[in-house]
T-cell receptor, first 114, second 115 residues
Framework: AQKITQTQPGMFVQEKEAVTLDCTYD???????LFWYKQPSSGEMIFLIY??????QNATEGRYSLNFQKARKSANLVISASQLGDSAMYFC???????????FGKGTRLSVIA | ETGVTQTPRHLVMGMTNKKSLKCEQH?????MYWYKQSAKKPLELMFV???????ENNSVPSRFSPECPNSSHLFLHLHTLQPEDSALYLC??????????????FGSGTQLSVL
């Protein structure tokens, strides 16, 4: 069965500092995609970054980067230079190969402190 | 603004009521989804429609009835709900659900409270 584990229910970070949000996954598929979404208090889930299992480089999108360690089955999100607007829930998700839906983790609540 | 609009934003209903949630996407996508988000639980996929055809029903109770009249609109009809059905219901869309790197675009959700 496919499973996403986010072990940090809540995290605090000082403004302008970097923070790492953990994500581990379990799949027997060789080909899969990994996603991170942000959910502010407004409720909308916002796509942040994508990593393919065969991508050789770690994905980066602006202040977001994904620390992908395939052998350890981890896909941690790194947010650099945190801003107050980064305070939100963050969800890691995985899509195994084929026509299968996204599987989400329980999320991590990030609070950025001024 | 992601291009996916959900109404209403908030809904309070009694267990004997019938109500409907509406979702509309303006992105030209072919697939639409309903997810349920309960406190301290992962998002649960409920239904998937691809080109108006239901392709996934994740063992959802029959008191939830989806309807997809076209690729841009998705409804969730609710009747005789239970208090444990209180949750945030999120609608999403995507271009091609078969692609591994396909990302979903979500609406802001309907916060449902069942009394």
């Amino acid at each position: 069965a496919q499973k996403i584990t986010q072990t940090q229910p809540g995290m605090f970070v000082q403004e302008k500092e970097a923070v790492t949000l953990d994500c581990t996954y379990d799949t027997s598929d060789q080909s899969y995609g990994l996603f991170w979404y942000k959910q502010p208090s407004s409720g909308e889930m916002i796509f942040l970054i994508y990593q393919g299992s065969y991508d050789e480089q770690n994905a980066t999108e602006g202040r977001y980067s994904l620390n992908f360690q395939k052998a350890r089955k981890s896909a941690n999100l790194v947010i650099s230079a945190s801003q107050l607007g980064d305070s939100a829930m963050y969800f890691c998700a995985m899509r195994p190969s084929g026509n299968t839906p996204l599987v989400f983790g329980k999320g991590t609540r990030l609070s950025v402190i001024a | 603004e992601t291009g996916v609009t959900q109404t209403p934003r908030h809904l309070v209903m009694g267990m004997t009521n019938k109500k409907s949630l509406k979702c509309e996407q303006h992105l030209g996508h072919n697939a639409m989804y309903w997810y349920k988000q309960s406190a301290k639980k992962p998002l649960e996929l409920m239904f998937v429609y691809n080109f108006k055809e239901q392709t996934e029903n994740n063992s959802v109770p029959s008191r939830f009835s989806p309807e997809c009249p076209n690729s841009s609109h998705l409804f969730l009809h609710l009747h005789t709900l239970q208090p444990e059905d209180s949750a945030l219901y999120l609608c999403a869309s995507s271009q091609d659900p078969g692609r591994e790197r396909e990302k979903l675009f979500f609406g802001s959700g309907t916060q449902l409270s069942v009394l």
